[in-house]
């Protein structure tokens, strides 16, 4: 079955950086687009960043210059460097694939920036 299991998240201070993980199983992942997206209480879940199969990738306007996405379809996982972090990304991120039928989500990671 298809599963995606999401790492790195934690407390940061403002300006600092994390690196989340994404691995896949269950899929032929290098098929697949994939994207990162964040929920922040009270607020509607949103687009981070995605990378389609091709390698091509595009940024939530709030993100760009801050956040790389990127893939290693070798290891089956997909990455998110968040760099120059602010409070405002604080929010749980969540991983998902889109097996063009249906959207699968993985678990989320909690990140939390400190001022």
């Known amino acids: 079955q298809v599963q995606l299991v999401e790492s790195g998240g934690g407390l940061v201070q403002a300006g600092g950086s994390l690196r989340l993980s994404c691995a896949a199983s269950g899929i032929i992942f290098s098929t697949y687009h994939m994207g990162w997206y964040r929920q922040a209480p009270g607020k509607q879940r949103e687009l981070v960043a995605a990378v389609t199969s091709g390698g091509s990738t595009n940024y939530a306007d709030s993100v760009k210059g801050r956040f790389t996405i990127s893939r290693d379809n070798a290891k089956n996982t997909v990455y998110l460097q968040m760099n120059s972090l602010k409070p405002e990304d604080t929010a749980v991120y969540y991983c998902?694939?889109?097996?063009?039928?249906?959207?699968?989500w993985g678990q989320g990671t909690q990140v939390t920036v400190s001022s």
């Open positions: 998902k694939v889109d097996l063009r039928v249906i959207d699968f």
